[in-house]
């Protein structure tokens, strides 16, 4: 039988004793009724506290206040001191409270006894034997190599413990899981701008917002989940800020949109093209800006797209002198538009060359790719040049900053096939109005500082003897470590010029589930049956553990210390801790607890370059607050000696007291939010408009034989191309898109009562026009069947479809969440994930080896 939420909780009653809900879980308490099981009467007086936490599901980690009854969570509300939320919680924190309590979680160590590649059966058995268990296979494949020991991440929100000190202490291979949600658009800022991000507004100062493929008040965006963005957007259009959407979907932005461009999957890099090209030629370009702070004056060789350089530095032409001269000489006057004869070379400005090539991209024949008409496009050129504002300024704390009004919302749709030139291609949109890093403009982090990336990202030596994910390789040298094309790799290594002995053996999955909401899903299930030993650290039994775990370590949820948490909403400057508001359920464990004994038994605890060691250089703990190294410590007492190095007033009881919680430390100073108010301006570095690197990385692998659709997109400017999906057969005439629901969270929530009841079941959008060609009826069962266009490889699914006028008539969509994602009641007949139906590898990953989710599909009813 199904359960409802009547059913649930109506099963929860059953412990004992049964109490009115709605008094228990909302109302004032003094002394509470209650009936025993044999009809007498009780009464008690509940003890009653209220425990300050953050959201464990979501990816902003909103403040929460669990009350306590009886040392029980009964409810959770936002709180109000919490910059990122102020007191309100999405569907997703309010119901998270059904999986504390969740008797399908995974409540003790499992250990596999049937073979993997099926469902798994398994038998509980002690902590002390699951962790002997795993150390010993870790030490048997690290003696041979340190990197056969994989740690795959999937949700980590303590850095400095998982990814660094765990990483580091047993000399694991890390990979990510940011291949397949934005890292694309992270490569792309950090190479062209310096920080670690993608792009987002200054929500206080900004009058024009292009939300490019943003779900605006249904979730996403960079850096932040859902909360603190719409309700800083609210507040902008409140101000009046103009607000265009661009998506092959409306999706929920109608109310706070004043322009739906309904673009055509992937085309994006086309419609940036062609405002770039307009608004050189209206004449809305920020000079000095791009002159003082950027390469566009930088000289290029006409012969060979080198910069051209005197003696080891690029040149600049000085209108002073009348002669190329080194870039950053004290005095010059560089040239930003022209055109010179050098020692028998014709030499052109970076400008001169983007101005030259974005010629060819006109709104008409933009109109003709993306589906958005000419005179639209133009329009929108045109409202960029009424609000850019060039040369003017703010005042800000008593700060003069640049304001430059008009700024860009893009995260996830970075992950396309030209995903990395399609952000660098609005990096130089908004370089080209001198708006990044300005009032009102875009940001890319919390604050203007350089990411390690942009000096190493620029100075890539590709080898040709690559790792299992072809890191710094003839296929991807910028490379953000996708675990699919580690699958493929591991599935056929001599294809890719991989030894085999370095096919790993071990993986230690955190937190993720890669047979759901990972791509490519028949490779890597082909990769995981190579593994001799696969460790999952998860609440549920997820899809993954369930078919190839040899040992389930049950991880707590909301009930462990966990952190350091940014708090911070980019204007208020402020950090927590996840705090446990109970014990852990079951037998259940915090991840650094497992971490600390797991590394206790592989020999990595203790001592110089151990665990304990590498958390004191990443937490940079002094030598009055650093742990000893020769013995465990608690998690608590861990943080207990942060808090006090930073001066916090009893320690960890701080952030566990409901008052205060939260680290205020004031308003983020000008000076550190916006690049041309810091010291130095944007953190001393010179943006990227021309990629010469790039050009040098492309010539590299064209000569050591990389596939054209390896190198293409590695160009000094970004170039507009035909997606490689697009040239599947004609009969597979629809776009396949994927997106986020707000009701979950990847794939950690579809098993959540409160929240799958508002979700239940798959399903694919499609425009009635599109359908009706089809004779399709709303609800109507269908095969979507999917083809690589490369190999002509299909793939298909079955799901009901569901009409609505809010996507193109040739684009359907699917929902990221399903895929029995678990082995759980709840995630029964919820129908599958559309990962089954997208590709990995050639043509299907961009340049930097992220992964696109795009792919052509019919659809015919079944």
């Known amino acids: 039988m199904r359960m409802t939420r009547r059913t649930f909780l109506k099963g929860s009653a059953a412990a004992g004793v049964t109490v009115a809900a709605g008094r228990y879980l909302f109302g004032q308490l003094d002394t509470l009724q209650a009936v025993g099981l044999d009809g007498s009467a009780l009464q008690t007086v509940p003890a009653e506290e209220w ?35 102020r007191g309100a919680l999405c569907p997703k924190g309010v119901g998270q409270i059904a999986a504390f309590y969740d008797p399908n979680r995974v409540k003790t160590p499992l250990l596999r006894t049937n073979a993997k590649g099926e469902p798994g059966i398994f038998e509980p058995i002690s902590w002390d034997d699951a962790l002997e268990r795993l150390a010993a296979e870790i030490k048997t494949s690290r003696d041979k190599d340190p990197h056969l020991v994989v740690w795959q991440k999937g949700r980590s929100k303590a850095k400095d413990f998982y990814d660094d000190a765990f990483v580091k202490a047993i000399g694991a291979y890390k990979i990510g899981h940011g291949a397949y949600c934005s890292d694309a658009g992270y490569r792309a800022a950090e190479y062209t701008l310096g920080p670690h991000g993608v792009l987002h507004p ?9 939300a490019w493929g943003w779900n605006i008040t249904g979730g996403g965006g960079n850096k932040t989940c859902w909360l603190t963005w719409n309700q800083q957007l609210m507040d902008a259009v409140d101000r009046g800020v103009k607000v265009i959407s661009i998506d092959p979907r409306l999706r929920a932005s109608g109310t706070y949109a004043d322009r739906w461009l309904a673009i055509k999957p992937s085309t994006d890099l086309a419609l940036v093209l062609a405002l770039i090209n307009l608004l050189i030629e209206q004449g809305t370009v920020d000079e000095e800006y791009l002159t003082t702070y950027s390469n566009a004056p930088y000289l290029v060789r006409d012969s060979d797209g080198k910069f051209f350089r005197v003696g080891d530095e690029p040149a600049v032409w000085d209108s002073n002198a009348d002669q190329p001269v080194p870039a950053g000489t004290d005095g010059v006057a560089p040239v930003l538009d022209g055109v010179y004869a050098v020692d028998g070379q014709t030499v052109r400005t970076a400008f001169q060359v983007m101005k030259r090539q974005v010629s060819a991209y006109s709104a008409a024949w933009a109109a003709g790719i993306t589906g958005i008409p000419a005179d639209t496009i133009e329009a929108v050129a045109r409202e960029i040049g009424e609000n850019a504002m060039i040369g003017s300024t703010l005042m800000l ?13 893009t995260y996830h749709v970075s992950q396309a096939e030209n995903g990395f030139q399609q952000v660098r291609a609005q990096c130089l949109l908004l370089m080209l109005i001198g708006a990044m890093g300005a009032a009102g403009g875009s940001a890319v982090d919390w604050t203007w500082k350089i990411h390690k990336n942009y000096a190493a990202l620029d100075g890539i030596e590709i080898t040709d003897d690559p790792d299992i994910a072809l890191n710094k390789s003839k296929y991807y040298p910028i490379n953000s470590l996708n675990p699919s094309v580690v699958a493929q790799v591991m599935n056929s290594p001599g294809d890719f010029g991989v030894d085999a002995a370095k096919v790993p053996e071990v993986v230690i999955i955190h937190h993720a589930n890669p047979m759901a909401p990972f791509l490519s899903q028949p490779d890597l299930e082909a990769a995981y049956h190579k593994y001799r030993y696969v460790a999952v650290i998860d609440p549920w039994l997820s899809r993954t553990a369930d078919l190839f775990a040899d040992l389930v370590l ?5 009930e462990k210390y966990e952190g350091i948490l940014s708090a911070t909403d980019q204007y208020v400057d402020a950090v927590t801790l996840r705090v446990p508001p109970m014990e852990p359920m079951f037998e259940s464990r915090g991840e650094i607890d497992i971490y600390m004994d797991l590394c206790e038994r592989t020999g990595d605890l203790f001592g110089e370059d151990g665990y304990l060691d590498v958390v004191n250089k990443e937490l940079k703990l002094d030598e009055e607050h650093a742990l000893p190294l020769d013995r465990k410590p608690t998690v608590r007492d861990i943080f207990d000696r942060w808090s006090k190095q930073e001066g916090l007033d009893g320690g960890i009881e701080f952030f566990e007291d409901p008052k205060r ?40 692998m064209k000569a050591m034989g990389a596939p054209e659709t390896y190198y293409r997109d590695y160009t000094p400017l970004p170039v507009w191309h035909t997606p490689t999906f697009m040239g599947s057969p004609a009969d597979y005439d629809l776009s396949l898109i994927s997106y986020k629901m707000i009701e979950f969270k990847q794939s950690r929530t579809s098993m959540i009562p409160l929240l799958a009841e508002l979700a239940p079941r798959q399903r694919l959008d499609i425009n009635p026009a599109a359908a009706r060609r089809r ?21 298909r699914i079955r799901v009901p479809v569901h009409f609505t006028e809010t996507i193109r008539p040739d684009t359907v969509a699917l929902p990221h969440h399903y895929g029995e994602i678990a082995r759980h009641p709840w995630t029964e007949g919820q129908g599958p994930s559309p990962n089954a139906l997208f590709f990995t590898g050639e ?20």
Not at 780 to 790: F, G, M, P, Y
């Open 843 to 862: 043509g299907y990953t961009s340049n930097t080896a992220d992964q696109s989710y795009h792919v052509m599909v019919r659809v015919s009813k079944a």
């Open 51 to 85: 425990v300050p936490t953050t959201c464990w599901i979501g990816k902003q980690d909103c403040g929460i206040l669990a009350r306590k009854i009886n040392g029980r969570v009964v409810s959770l509300r936002g709180n109000p001191i919490h910059p990122r939320n």
């Open 397 to 409: 704390d008593g700060v003069e900053v640049p304001y430059r009004p008009v700024s860009i919302m």
């Open 202 to 210: 200054d929500f206080k100062h900004t009058r024009y917002v292009l």
């Open 661 to 700: 919680a939260v680290w205020l430390k004031g308003a983020v100073s000008p000076t550190k939010r916006y690049g041309y108010a810091t010291d130095p301006p944007f953190g001393g570095v010179i943006h990227r408009l021309y990629g010469e690197s790039l050009l040098s990385y492309r010539e590299q």
């Open 775 to 795: 004779d399709l009826r709303d609800g109507d069962e269908v095969w979507v069947e999917s083809q690589n266009a490369i190999t002509g490889q299909t793939r």
């Open 554 to 558: 049950p991880a707590a949820t909301i």
